[in-house]
């Protein structure tokens, strides 16, 4: 029987499912560490750009912005005019950009590169339905789980990499390093990835894709921004409230319109609704960890533990490891109990690590346990997350509804960046003439993270267990 298959395959030539899976979790893996990537130089920016600390705070913000507004976009797109097509355009943007950011003295070029990096956070939800629709239902749970899990392990590996980069060579080197890693992964879809054959008839709607980054990108700066620039500030109140009005104005349309961008209709149903909400939730509960724990590091004492910045990435590593392994046994326990539960123990694994690290946050040991615990939290969580979407939609819709999930996401970690940030700027004191948050204010960012867990928690407990099936009228005799 095995025989058969390997000789249908090769007469076919479609490649092993495994090494589809694979190349996939690689191109993830490569898509989460853009977001790590520029950590270790971006206290120094200010110096090595000759630029204000305000203009390269952009080089970080630009990312996050094209990522959200890119992810549910290229999702549609993947779903009408090809995944993998659609796939190897984003990763060639990955590229382009390095190759821009690489060669950059100035501002202004480091931030149109790392503007066309954020575009590549758009291959895992791709990387998700392209499973859908080629794997066995036997595999492609243990697979969803893999690709969706890289969205917090890459970040987390790659951080380590980057800071001995940094350490050892010119600052550029982190974006060759980028444009080289893109370069292979880009060959690997093209040699592994089958041609997607799965396709939604239609037009693109191009006035729903205008509408929708108007609008997250109005709402996503004001929270991104809203820290240094002012909560109550004319341009933050402006971008707030005019991307907010831009997005009610959207969903008005998109409701109106044959073939819109996204279909809010199957948006809204409850088990695709609640999960969206409970992302952002999950992921602000990620990145509460990812902003404070580095920092309580790093910090020389009494305020901290004085670490490296290699030193405290090794202590942060773990998680990602942890996501890893738990991947594949993800999948097959959502299998036996269901992805609403894995989301339950998820959230509880997150509530477990902010409680002990409100307990327990005076050794460097702590820390790694709570880091680990973060983990097994966002590992089970962010592995239940497209499982549950894909059982509520129909396939035709797998690609953009998916974006629309890592968008909330990015929604949740965003908010995380800002309001943990803004805690810790706060609540600060001086220090040998330097101003390090107060140790009230890492307690209250802990309370932070485990209550948006809770809200994670509670929100699972009101997905349905199994998603409702369609009714349709009975067939004449």
Not at 147 to 171: C, E, F, H, K, R
Not at 386 to 405: H, K
């Amino acid at each position: 029987m095995h025989r058969d298959e390997d000789a249908r395959r090769r007469l076919t030539r479609i490649p092993p499912q495994g090494a589809v899976v694979a190349v996939l979790a690689i191109a993830g893996l490569c898509s989460s560490f853009m977001f790590t990537l520029v950590v270790p130089i971006q206290a120094s920016l200010p110096e090595l750009l000759h630029a204000s600390r305000e203009d390269t705070a952009w080089v970080v913000t630009v990312t996050l912005l094209v990522a959200a507004v890119i992810t549910p976009i290229s999702g549609r797109l993947g779903d009408m005019y090809g995944k993998r097509r659609v796939v190897l355009a984003l990763l060639a943007l990955l590229v382009v950009g390095s190759v821009i950011a690489a060669t950059s003295t100035g501002i202004i070029p480091l931030i149109v590169g790392r503007g066309l990096q954020g575009a590549v956070t758009g291959v895992v939800p791709l990387g998700i339905s392209i499973l859908r629709d080629i794997l066995h239902e036997d595999r492609v749970d243990a697979a969803i789980a893999l690709i969706s899990a890289t969205l917090g392990v890459g970040g987390a590996l790659g951080m380590p990499l980057s800071a001995l980069v940094t350490q050892y060579a010119d600052w550029h080197g982190l974006f060759w390093m980028s444009a080289g890693l893109g370069a292979v992964v880009f060959g690997l879809v093209l040699w592994i990835v089958p041609v997607s054959v799965l396709r939604t008839a239609g037009r693109f709607d191009y006035v729903g894709a205008a509408g929708l980054a108007a609008g997250l990108s109005g709402i996503l700066l004001a929270i991104s921004r809203g820290n240094e620039w002012g909560w109550l500030s004319a341009p933050v109140l402006a971008l707030g409230v005019g991307g907010i009005a831009i997005l009610l104005a959207w969903g008005a349309y998109e409701l109106r319109i044959a073939e819109p961008l996204l279909d809010l209709r199957v948006a809204a149903r409850r088990p695709v609704l609640l999960t969206n909400i409970a992302s952002i939730a999950m992921g602000f509960s990620l990145f509460a960890s990812n902003v404070s724990y580095p920092q309580l590091l790093e910090l020389p004492a009494p305020a901290g533990f004085g670490l490296s910045l290699l030193g405290a990435s090794l202590i942060v590593m773990p998680s990602g490891l942890v996501m890893m392994i738990l991947s594949p046994y993800s999948g097959r326990l959502a299998r036996t109990v269901g992805p609403r539960r894995l989301l339950v123990f998820g959230a509880i694994a997150l509530i477990v690590a902010y409680g002990f690290t409100l307990l327990f946050s005076t050794e460097v040991w702590h820390l790694l346990v709570a880091n680990i615990l973060v983990g097994v939290g966002i590992g089970f969580g962010y592995a239940s997350m497209p499982m549950l979407i894909m059982r509520s939609v129909p396939q035709s819709e797998t690609g953009a509804s998916n974006g629309l999930n890592a968008l909330f996401r990015s929604l949740g970690t965003s908010t995380a960046s800002a309001v943990v940030g803004a805690v810790l700027a706060t609540m600060s004191t001086t220090q040998a003439g330097v101003q390090v948050p107060t140790s009230a204010a890492f307690q209250l960012s802990f309370v932070l993270g485990g209550g948006a867990a809770v809200i994670a928690l509670v929100v699972a407990m009101f997905i349905p267990a199994r998603p409702a099936r369609e009714t349709h009228p009975a067939l004449p005799h």
